[in-house]
């Protein structure tokens, strides 16, 4: 039979079933919330492949349906254009809730919505777990950690988080968002996974949502100069996407709730990360400086040592592997099939 004919077999929950299906063997039903965005869509891809049915919840706020596209007619796959700020009624076994903005520039265009999708959305996804019994993974963030005073941040770290700022609708929202996960889980046994995300990168990002290295790649292929903000000592580190979805897969699979910090602890300036684009697009490229953003932290550095040693996961793409990865993609979307895109 094909995995589809076989999911046939699997028990439907009942609203109120309190077996974790989660922890079932075999193909499983699974809701990607954000997954027509650049994450969700590479995580999507790999529970396809591995032979789960999917459905994808995304108002495509950030999202793409090109980015899911290839999965339309594959009969275990679905996209549901839905605001998980409304409450959603589905029968399924896991959930990898990712739906929010994750670039400054989209979650700052409207906080109060920001806000809203991670906390009434998030509720909502846990109400939506505890009924039917499924596991429950949260896309949080190193943003928890705001303008951080230990480094490398460590999951015990609290942070530094500034509450009334224009970047809080999202640290804040992921801080709440993670003490709702804790909540449900210790209240209402939802079984629970939290990762804190550090800056990721790859093909599929939005060419312009103004995240820095896709400002830096658009920019270098393009013939304009880069972008630094403020004095480009401020670090940040960057995982390729295919890393950032072995460790979420790793973290729903096991017995861990965490939070786990996914990232690549390989640390860069902005400017050091403007040479390596340069190096890898265009040697004459050149830069600009520009006034930073408020709140910008200066540094960030995941210490990954308790996924390394409870998930078995550490990062095997450095940035000069995964750029070009991601650089080709870009190229294809700015230039078409015109000769740049071919360079
Ligand atoms: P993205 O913006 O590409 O994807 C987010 C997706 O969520 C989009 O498809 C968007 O349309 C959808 N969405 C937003 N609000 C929604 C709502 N109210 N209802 C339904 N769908 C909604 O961002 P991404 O980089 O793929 O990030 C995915 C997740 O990972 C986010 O939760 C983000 O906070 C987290 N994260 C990402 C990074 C990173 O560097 N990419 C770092 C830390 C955390
Ligand atoms: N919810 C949902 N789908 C479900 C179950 C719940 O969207 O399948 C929403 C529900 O509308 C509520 C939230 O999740 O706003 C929290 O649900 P819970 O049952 O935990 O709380 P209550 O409804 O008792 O406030
Ligand atoms: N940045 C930059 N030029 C840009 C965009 C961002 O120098 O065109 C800087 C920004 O000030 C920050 C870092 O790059 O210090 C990372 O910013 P991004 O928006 O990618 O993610 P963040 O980690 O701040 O969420």
Same mark, same amino acid.
């Given at each position: 039979t094909t995995p589809?004919?076989?999911?046939?077999?699997?028990?439907?929950t009942s609203p109120g079933a309190k077996i974790p299906l989660g922890l079932k063997p075999g193909p499983k039903r699974i809701v990607v919330t954000g997954g027509a965005g650049f994450v969700g869509s590479h995580l999507v891809d790999?529970?396809?492949?591995?032979?789960?049915?999917?459905?994808?919840?995304?108002?495509?706020?950030?999202?793409?349906?090109?980015?899911?596209?290839?999965?339309?007619?594959?009969?275990? !796959?679905?996209?549901?254009?839905?605001?998980?700020?409304?409450?959603?009624?589905?029968?399924?076994?896991?959930?990898?809730?990712?739906?929010?903005?994750?670039?400054?520039?989209?979650?700052? !265009?409207?906080?109060?919505?920001?806000i809203k999708t991670n906390v009434v959305g998030t509720l909502n996804m846990l109400g939506l777990a505890k009924r039917v019994g499924a596991r429950f993974l949260l896309t949080s963030t190193s943003e928890v950690y705001g303008d951080p005073l230990q480094h490398p941040?460590?999951? =015990?770290?609290?942070?530094?988080?500034?509450?009334?700022?224009?970047?809080?609708?999202?640290?804040?929202?992921?801080?709440?968002?993670?003490?709702?996960?804790?909540?449900?889980?210790?209240g209402a046994n939802v079984e629970v996974r939290i990762a804190r995300i550090f800056n990721t990168y790859g093909p599929r990002m939005c060419i312009d949502d103004g995240r820095v290295v896709s400002n830096f790649v658009a /920019?270098?292929?393009?013939?304009?100069?880069? =972008?630094?903000?403020?004095?480009?000592? /401020?670090?940040?580190?960057?995982?390729?996407?295919?890393?950032?979805?072995?460790?979420?897969?790793?973290?729903?699979?096991?017995?861990?709730?965490?939070?786990?910090?996914?990232?690549?602890?390989?640390?860069? =300036?902005?400017?050091?990360?403007?040479?390596?684009?340069?190096?890898?697009?265009?040697? =004459?490229a050149t830069i600009e400086y520009k006034p930073n953003t408020q709140d910008d932290p200066h540094k960030r550095k995941p210490d990954i040592?308790?996924?390394?040693?409870?998930?078995?996961w550490e990062p095997k793409i450095s940035l000069r592997q995964g750029l070009p990865l991601m650089v080709s993609d870009f190229r294809k979307r700015i230039f078409g099939n015109s000769k740049q895109a071919l360079r």
């Open positions: 589809y004919g076989k999911l046939q077999n699997v028990r439907i790999r529970l396809i492949e591995r032979g789960d049915s999917v459905i994808v919840v995304d108002n495509l706020f950030t999202g793409r349906k090109e980015n899911v596209m290839h999965h339309f007619g594959n009969p275990r !796959f679905e996209l549901i254009r839905h605001d998980v700020v409304e409450p959603l009624l589905l029968e399924v076994d896991q959930i990898y809730h990712l739906a929010c903005p994750a670039s400054p520039v989209h979650y700052k !265009f409207n906080p109060v919505k920001t941040q460590v999951e =015990t770290y609290w942070g530094n988080v500034n509450p009334i700022g224009v970047r809080s609708c999202y640290d804040e929202g992921k801080r709440t968002a993670e003490t709702l996960a804790m909540d449900y889980h210790r /920019q270098a292929l393009r013939k304009e100069p880069m =972008t630094v903000y403020g004095d480009g000592k /401020q670090t940040r580190s960057f995982q390729y996407v295919s890393d950032l979805v072995e460790g979420l897969m790793r973290l729903m699979e096991g017995e861990h709730v965490g939070p786990f910090n996914l990232g690549n602890p390989g640390e860069f =300036t902005m400017l050091e990360l403007a040479e390596v684009v340069k190096e890898v697009i265009d040697p =004459t040592t308790k996924a390394k040693n409870l998930l078995g």
